[in-house]
């Protein structure tokens, strides 16, 4: 029994003394996950403020044949733009110059603004006259209520206004005119009875010259036209005054000392009512 407990005893011993006390180290773990950016936010740029632009203002001026329209440079422009192919082709067949045919339109139809043109697409203000079976509008002009032709298309207005010219005998002296003298064809127009207004070739030819129709004639007649001298480079005498853009009779009458009456009455005018590239009498 002795001997047992000192076996015991002694294996007790060895196991202590076998044993060592192991250190535990506790290793740091590094952790996986990425660091989260930091996003440094920029400063806004300073919004710059838009001032608006002033719309550019353009020039008007008052067309008067069947209906008085003011219009701006720009509407007749666009109005020459879209019609301008329309005028040559009729040119091409009919012999009428694209120039008279464009400043005709623009005149008549308030450069494509006026009633006629809105509502009948009568850009020449033709009237129904006898054996017209067309459709037509009633409008005012000489006399309340006139009867006027209506058209599907403004091509059609215009193919109208050439055959209206080529198939009457009044308008015969016309065709025997150079077809680059538009000067010739306004006056030619007034002359056979077109129009009453006895300022209609002026009002024409203020407008084939002052957005340079005549170069539409050209491009008709290529080598075979004939340049002409325009009005408005035209020397005048010191009795006339050639009406520029903004003149009206009375400041025509203030620049020349006289009354709007006397310059009526020298130059027969119905009314006060004037167009650019008019010539005017100053002196009787």
């Not at 603004?113 to 009948?120: C, E, I, M, S, Y």
């Not at 127009?189 to 209609?200: E, F, M, N």
């Amino acid at each position: 029994m002795m001997l047992k407990r000192i076996i015991i005893f002694l294996l007790a011993l060895f196991i202590y003394s076998c044993g060592s006390s192991s250190k535990v180290r506790t290793a740091s773990v590094k952790s996986n996950k990425p660091k989260a950016a930091v996003v440094k936010k920029r400063p806004m740029a300073a919004v710059k403020q838009h001032t608006p632009e002033k719309p550019t203002q353009t020039k008007s001026e008052v067309l008067e044949a069947t209906s008085k329209i003011a219009v701006t440079t720009e509407v007749v422009n666009n109005y020459i733009s879209q019609y301008k192919e329309t005028a040559k082709e009729n040119m091409r067949k009919h012999g009428i110059p694209s120039s008279i045919t464009l400043a005709q339109g623009i005149l008549e139809s308030g450069a494509g603004t006026g009633v006629l043109a809105q509502k009948a697409n009568n850009h020449f203000g033709i009237k129904c006259h006898t054996g017209w079976n067309g459709d037509s509008v009633r409008h005012d002009d000489d006399a309340e209520q006139e009867c006027f032709r209506k058209y599907e298309l403004p091509s059609e207005s215009y193919r109208d206004h050439s055959l209206f010219l080529t198939s009457r005998s009044r308008y015969a002296a016309l065709f025997k005119l150079d077809k680059g003298d538009y000067i010739s064809w306004a006056k030619g127009l007034r002359s056979a009875g077109y129009a009453t207004d006895v300022k209609y070739p002026d009002k024409l030819i203020g407008l084939i010259e002052r957005y340079e129709l005549y170069k539409y004639d050209a491009e008709v007649l290529e080598g075979n036209y004939k340049p002409i001298a325009k009005v408005s480079d035209i020397p005048l005498d010191a009795k006339s005054y050639r009406v520029s853009q903004g003149d009206t009779l009375y400041s025509i009458s203030k620049k020349f000392n006289l009354s709007v009456a006397e310059l009526m009455q020298i130059n027969n005018l119905p009314d006060n009512a004037i167009s650019v590239g008019q010539i005017i009498k100053i002196k009787s």
